[in-house]
């Protein structure tokens, strides 16, 4: 007896060293983008296709090799996503699951650089190109009036994904959590139950006309409020108009975390009172174009588990993708910042890391 104690302590001796270096060993971010159809994308999207894709991150199994993520043309690339291993084999067992949303005129791309830490921490995550209001496709007045929609893209992203006879296995329904940035952190709030009132928004906006949230964005100058208001009462758009305020949160949502959150006034105090989710809001001070005073700062005093974040110096588009040196050239409002962006990244993904951590044990 006492010899096989003995050896038992020798073995566990010998193994320590390794479990330890095993754990200190981060994961390796995969990387996989699939399409699924999506009635309501038709009516959004320029070319009428009824198409969703999506992008999904994971931890990929060990000798998997990362290679650089990028936007733009190959040979003069404007941001600098990251690094993952396209189409590696996932790694582990049933993994905590986050659906992650873009702002205005973004793509899930540009939110790699999040969704990539997140997979190197061993979530999995769901990514959309919401129809008609992303980056790669031409932006449409349907996509940027009908963004209640937005909460059903990623409903139908996660049914895609639970259905993939690779990926769905790995899927942990238990543990399901969403993340958005600045109108995918109103599409984050929906999913979490909150139902919207568009004409307190309207109300708002030609109260504040030169709110940020109110004034057209840079991402579709052209869609000023005077058009999407046309927009929203035409024949085709009516339909969907008269559907705003139906529930469409996603069941087993248990955790919710926001950067830089916009459309805040769309929602009614009773209804952000309502939540019962965690909710971590994360932003920078010096945001223009979503104003904490009216967006986060507003959801975080009546969401009752809410944790707010103000990062100082910080602006809105801080929380983008880093720019390339051509891009500091071309598009500095998106690329000048105060705070260096890997700085902001940097406490963006452990203040996200740390808060899932905890609300999806």
Known sequence: MRATRWMLTLLLAALAPMAMAMAATPNIAGERHGVTTLNSAAIRDAARRDVLRFTVWYPAMAGSEETPLTIGPPDAPLFEVGRAAKDAPIAGGRLPTLLLSHGNGGTARMMGWLGTALARAGYLVIAVDHPGNNGADEMTLAGSVLTWLRADDLKAALAAVKADPDLGPHIDASRLGVVGYSAGGFTALLSAGARPDMTRLLAFCQAHPDDGVCRPQQEAAAHTMAARLAAAASPQLQPYV?????????????????????????FAPE????LRQPVMIVLGSADEVAPPATNGDVAAALIPKATLHALPGVGHYDFLSGCTPLAKERLQALCVTTVPK???????????????GEALR
């Open 242 to 266: 008269q559907q705003a305020q139906d529930d469409r949160s996603i069941a087993g949502v248990r955790a919710v975390f926001v950067l830089a959150p916009a459309i805040v006034q769309a």
């Open 271 to 274: 209804q952000l009172k309502a």
């Open 342 to 356: 890997e700085q902001t990244h940097g406490v963006v993904v452990e203040d996200a890391v740390r808060f899932f």
